[in-house]
């Protein structure tokens, strides 16, 4: 265990990939077998089964530090989490323990069904035995996730450098069904447990942004116009019979989107389609923060299935008949896909339309309807086009519209959690209505480390009001708040609402007395409809 | 009458006619210690410590009218007798008592319990009123004895010096750096910033016993700087000097370094939980030794500490700072990046 809490803390203080992943290696290097399968178990959201709740953690802690409820909830106030505030509460162990994580956690895996007085003194004596740091582990064992920065693409990633096995390989191996409690470390990472052959995906092609006049590139009639669609890029996979969604993370995401499972039925063998998960109805696309709503969930329920349908929008073939079409032009990789079409009639895959135009002209006039289709803007292809591995300038192109922006004065201001829970780091913003401020979004992010900071300063010595944990402030800075699309709102005061919003910058050059007003913004909504 | 009143100056004894720490000028300023948030420029006359002295000429301006006391000396001012007792928070720091009339009142300014091995250990003083700071007035904020937190120190340096990495630690050039100078010298060779060597010299001036440093010039080689340890304040940390240095590590030394979120916030490679202010423990050991009947509590987590102390049947009240009592916690937070601007 002490191995593991040292890990922990080395991934929690480094910002930058290479040194985590070094951490990473290193304690793959020089691990215990069972306890690197957990360490795999724990990072990737395989939790071990649970069998104490944290509130009677939080109970027990209180008790034997003679805590005042309302203090320990101070405490927590300013720690930002419950397993670390007990561990710091704790007084210094009188022993030492060298049990390994695994052991640990087999050990809290048999309290399953025992009483609460045999669970108690288990606690209370690993606690005593633990410090501080190897306390926070033991308590997050029992109650929380590991949320420490490590995505499934850097553990990845380490495991390729530390085992010299092929990244996308180990991915689908411990993205499959295993069970920590018996695979062996060999097992997993050689992923005896799933065929790695079938799942593998292509790097994807990337684009940049297009900084010129499109004239510049030429002839229309040599390029293709798609939209760009706001949603995760991924690619679907067909082999031998099994299914697999990539995302543009290098993430296996195929059990989040149970609506494209029948495209095992449909897809024949050796295909690999790029494309955009997205919410879609009736063929139409919906809005990104329809699709958020779907996003990193572990378990989907049927309303969510009912209010956020998945579909994919098909950019491009990759494979097809088991035989890699990469290098084959872009109109001929086009031909192919249409031709798929058939099959996939009815559902919600389909092939992203090419949008015929005979000058550049006219498509920058359909560029600017993007947003009525949600749409962010439109994606220049060369026919000629290999798919390349990655960004290459010159064949790809995104167009992009711009967002919307406001000016806006803060008005409120709230803690973030975790890493922020000590920052006012969610703001509310206000434009003018006549002689008052009314509210038309909240945002957070979009902001550096230091310009938090100094906001921060600002809010704690410009509250006015204080509820719960929200502040007042003086309506004083001035922020430049960027966003997708306006509509019509019956449940905020300003009667619309801004979809996506984020700060695009602070405005220190800006008095509270020159933002937007709520006349700009319905003028706005008004010319959307 | 009560010995102290607070005003939007700061502490003011209205017997005797001065103040303690304050924030606006005044004629007469008593002074706990050097640290820029205590004193500051402008009043008429100054009265702190003999170390202190020295400190606040470099610090503010040489120009300043000082008078000095040592330890246990008291000198009597409009019928207030004043004396100072060591408050072990940083060199020269004091705790002020007042005394009028059988009313004993201390003012501890900042202070912690453990002796840190180069600042007058903290001793407490009997007193009827004690205005107490509460920095980490919350119980999770609990310090490991320093032997183990430099040992901490000393194992990332010499990992970092065979790695081929430059070890930086970030500290306030009046105090945190003197004390990881006086606990970290041996044959490691320490290299210290401009601001933190001048002030070394004050101090070296004043006979306190600090072992050698290197001021750090432009002539100062980042090979050597690699091999040694490199102590700069909190200013310089997102600097260019340091990106400049050789595989640069940085680690903070500081009580907030005790919790996560602190430790990820301040984007450095290192945090070492070592404070010179009090802990949770530490407080109420202060507090309970001075055998006060009436607790003023500044600086922190007032509202949790004094509701605990009333709680404990010890009578306190929160007392407002300048920068409001609310959340005065995020000020010291910001105190490690600014307190060397100020």
């Known amino acids: ?529 | 009458m009560a010995l102290i009143e607070f005003t939007k100056r700061g502490i003011y004894c209205k017997q005797g006619n001065f103040y303690v720490d304050p924030w606006w000028p005044v004629d007469y300023a008593v002074t706990t210690h050097g640290h820029s948030d205590h004193v500051r420029f402008g009043n008429k006359y100054y009265l702190c410590h003999t170390l202190t002295k020295p400190i606040i000429k470099r610090r503010i301006s040489e120009d300043l009218n000082v008078e000095t006391l040592e330890y246990g000396e008291s000198i009597t001012r409009n019928g207030v007798n004043i004396s100072f007792f060591p408050a072990g928070h940083i060199i020269g720091s004091a705790q002020v008592r007042l005394e009028y009339k059988d009313e004993i009142c201390v003012i501890s300014g900042d202070y912690k319990i453990e002796d840190d091995g180069i600042t007058t250990p903290f001793e407490p003083v009997k007193c009827h009123s004690f205005v107490s700071e509460s920095t980490f007035g919350l119980p999770v904020y609990k310090w490991q004895k320093q032997e183990i937190v430099f040992n901490g120190i000393r194992s990332w340096i010499s990992d970092n010096i065979t790695q081929q990495k430059t070890s930086v630690l970030i500290a306030y050039s009046l105090g945190k750096a003197q004390r990881l100078i006086k606990n970290l010298a041996g044959d490691i060779p320490i290299y210290v910033h401009n601001s933190i060597a001048n002030l070394n010299e004050v101090i070296i001036d004043a006979g306190v016993n600090l072992p050698k440093t290197i001021r750090i010039t432009p002539e100062t080689t980042k090979d050597e700087l690699q091999k040694g340890i490199v102590i700069v304040p909190p200013a310089m940390r997102d600097s260019r000097w340091i990106k400049n240095l050789t595989h640069p590590v940085t680690g903070i030394c500081s009580g907030w370094m005790q919790v996560r979120a602190h430790r990820r916030w301040q984007s450095a490679d290192a945090g070492f939980a070592l404070s010179d202010h009090a802990d949770w423990p530490g407080l109420m050991e202060a507090i309970t030794a001075t055998g006060a009947e009436k607790v003023y509590v500044t600086h922190g987590f007032t509202a949790a500490f004094s509701r605990f102390l009333n709680d404990a049947g010890i009578e306190a009240a929160e007392v407002l700072t300048k920068f409001g009592q609310e959340d005065d916690e995020e000020n010291k937070v910001d105190l490690v990046d600014q307190n060397e601007n100020k």
Not at chain 1, 121 to 150: D, M
Not at chain 1, 154 to 183: C, F, R, T
Request: charged share 25%; net charge neutral; glycine share 4%.
């Open chain 1, 1 to 529: 265990m002490k191995r593991f809490a040292q890990l922990i803390q080395q991934l929690e203080l480094s910002n930058k990939t290479n040194d985590k992943i070094s951490a990473l290696v290193n304690y793959f290097n020089y691990a215990d077998d069972k306890d690197k399968v957990w360490v795999i178990a724990l990072f990737t959201g395989k939790k071990p089964k649970r069998p104490i709740k944290s509130a009677l953690l939080k109970y027990w802690a209180i008790a034997i530090t003679e805590t005042p409820e309302w203090l320990f909830a101070e405490s927590y106030a300013n720690v930002g989490d419950l397993s670390e505030t007990i561990a710091l509460l704790l007084p210094p162990a009188e022993n030492t323990s060298n049990l390994q994580l695994h052991t640990w956690i087999e050990e809290l895996h048999d309290l399953e069904g025992k009483d609460d007085e045999t669970k108690k003194e288990f606690i209370l004596n690993a606690w005593n035995k633990l410090e501080t740091q190897e306390r926070f582990i033991f308590n997050k064992l029992i109650s929380g996730n590991f949320r420490i920065g490590v995505s499934n693409k850097m553990l990845v990633n380490a495991l390729a450098k530390q085992s010299s096995l092929d990244s996308a390989q180990i991915m689908h191996s411990i993205m499959g069904k295993w069970n920590p409690y018996e695979i062996t470390f060999h097992e997993l990472i050689n992923g005896i447990h799933v065929n790695t052959d079938n799942s593998w995906p292509y790097p994807f092609c990337l684009a940049y942004a297009l900084e010129q006049e499109p004239e510049k590139l030429g002839d229309i009639s040599e390029w293709q116009a798609e939209w760009k669609w706001d949603g995760i890029r991924g690619q679907i996979v067909k082999r031998n019979g099994e299914l697999f969604i990539w995302s543009r993370g290098e993430e296996l995401v195929t059990e989040q989107f149970p609506e494209l499972h029948f495209m095992i039925d449909v897809l024949p063998d050796g295909v690999v389609l790029d494309g955009e998960i997205l919410a879609v109805q009736d063929k139409q696309v919906l809005s990104f923060s329809t699709l958020q709503q779907r996003l990193n969930r572990k378990t989907i329920n049927k309303k969510q299935l009912e209010e956020a349908p998945i579909g994919f929008f098909v950019y491009d073939i990759l494979e097809y008949e088991a035989k890699d079409f990469r290098q084959e032009p872009l109109s001929i990789r086009r031909k192919i896909l249409e031709q798929l079409n058939g099959d996939l009639d009815e559902s919600p895959v389909i092939i992203s339309p090419v949008i015929n135009c005979s000058s550049w002209e006219e498509l920058a006039d359909l560029r600017q309807t993007s947003r009525s289709i949600n749409s962010e803007g439109i994606m220049l292809k060369k026919l000629t086009s290999h798919y390349h591995s990655g960004r290459k300038r010159g064949d790809w192109w995104k167009w992009k519209i711009n967002p919307y922006t406001v000016d806006a004065v803060m008005i409120y201001a709230q803690k973030g959690s975790g890493r922020r829970a000590n920052f006012f780091t969610d703001y509310t913003f206000a434009v003018r209505d006549g002689e008052n401020l009314v509210t038309i979004a909240k945002a957070y992010s979009g902001l550096t480390d230091k310009e938090i900071k100094e906001v921060n300063s600002f809010v704690t010595r410009n509250a006015i009001e204080k509820f719960g944990p929200v502040r007042t402030v003086k309506p004083e800075l001035v922020f430049e708040i960027a966003f997708e699309g306006i509509a019509e709102s019956k449940r905020h005061k300003a009667g619309l609402a801004l979809r996506f919003p984020r700060i695009l910058r602070w405005r220190k050059d800006k008095k509270a007395d020159e933002i937007n007003t709520l006349e700009d913004l319905r003028q706005l909504l008004q010319s959307t409809l």
